[in-house]
């Protein structure tokens, strides 16, 4: 089976999984309210409705359509407002972007949440997160209205699709493909993104990865970094994966970058503030770092009685995503460790 995979991932998307589509049916196309011709790379506004609440759904839409039939690509970022990391990676990536040599059509939405993303807020207005209300509800709450509207609209006509995350709340995450490994052809386009580590799972009810996944797309999620700021790194190496995944689909001509062959992580888990134990963590291991069952992670200080406590690894494994030194609680997260799979598990 690895070996079909590995041969599967070197051959261009386009010839594996879509339909070559006959000469003459490449044309102008209806997207969210505008038409765009082969050749033509556009930015515009789409709003879903003319009211007071459709005027939260005003997200910018960047399509850019080659000159000759291919594959769709949607890039995705912004689904949580606080996450910028991923828009300045979509942006980029739509930057770089030439119709005149390009096949497909790559269509990039930079900010799902474009309100929360003006004001840095995870959340919609009505405090619900837009990743759990895929593939929506055109009758339902305001979050259920736009992610039915983007879904219908917008991501039902791609073929694959890259969602672009960070870490939340004061936390980071070593970059990272999170996607169904159950699925080779979703699998191969996570290996081609070449992040280097793969989280394996489905992903929650209603996130647009899971939904888009249901609905026939292939979809893979990159994470990297903190919220509410800038990181060169994980931004230029979303860049790069979303440009590899383009090659891999035959959208553009090129080598890909350096693609190293991928860690697949089949669990992971979190080691959590203990019972009673919360204060000031400060860690002593950083994104990336192996640990084995019982190293040290940090220590949690209460700044009242002066008591440090001890914190340690639960299992053996690689550190993927952790918090930053701040105050902590009872319970919560502070290093998040994947388990390597097996070679039996790397589908």
Known sequence: MKQLLLVLSALPFFVLFSPVAKAGEWGSIELVGRTVGPGEKLKYSFIGENSFEGSYMDIPVFVARGLTAGPTLCVTAGIHGDEMNGVESARRAFLQADPASMVGMLIVLPTLNADGFRNGDRYLPDRRDLNRFFPGNPKGSVASIMANALFQHVIKRC??????????????????????????????LARNFGAGIIIGGAGPDGSLRREAMNAGVLAIIYEAGEPLRFEEEPIAQGVTGIMNVMQYLGMVQGTHELVPESRIFTKSSWVRVPKRQGGFFFPTVAPGDSVNEGDVLGDV???LTDERHTITATMSGEVIGMSVPQITLSGYGLVHIGIPGKESDKK
């Open 159 to 188: 073929d694959a699709l890259v969602d672009l995350h960070t870490a939340s709340f004061h936390r980071t995450n070593l970059p990272q493909i999170r996607v169904d490994e159950s699925n080779a052809g979703a699998l191969a």
């Open 301 to 303: 200080v209460d700044p």
